[in-house]
Nanobody
Framework: QVHLVESGGGSVQAGGSLRLSCAAS????????MGWFRQTPGKEREGVAA???????TYIYAVQGRFTISKDNAKNILYLQMNSLKPEDTAMYYC?????????????????????WGQGTQVTVSS
């Protein structure tokens, strides 16, 4: 079981920065992949950035070069540093975690969709 609590959302102007945090608790933190998703009203939740158990990262094209996912293992906190924010980044951002199966047949984002979720934190970017 993994419990996730996000924080750090807010309102910024275009070009600004925010850092989201996701505090994770549970007894399987070392064997989970983690990531960030976002969702706007009427649209499906989309994967934004993922951090796999081997340390590899995955980003969607729209945020490459602007967002950075990282994890503080000592504090059990996942971060998403968001720079050069654009109005189209406005969304509810969710932290996700998934226990990594012995054999993997799905993308890390698809695995995360089937995992644990936080309650979300709102990011609003004004032009």
């Amino acid at each position: 079981q993994v419990h996730l609590v996000e924080s750090g959302g807010g309102s910024v102007q275009a070009g600004g920065s925010l850092r989201l945090s996701c505090a994770a608790s549970g007894d399987s933190y070392g064997s989970v992949s983690m990531g960030w998703f976002r969702q706007t009203p009427g649209k499906e939740r989309e994967g934004v950035a993922a951090l796999d158990i081997d340390g590899s990262t995955t980003y969607i094209y729209a945020v490459q070069g602007r967002f950075t996912i990282s994890k503080d293992n000592a504090k059990n906190i996942l971060y998403l540093q968001m720079n050069s924010l654009k109005p189209e980044d406005t969304a509810m951002y969710y932290c996700a975690a998934a226990l990594v199966p012995p054999e993997r047949f799905s993308s890390v984002f698809d695995e995360l969709r089937r995992g644990y979720w936080g309650q979300g934190t709102q990011v609003t970017v004004s032009s």
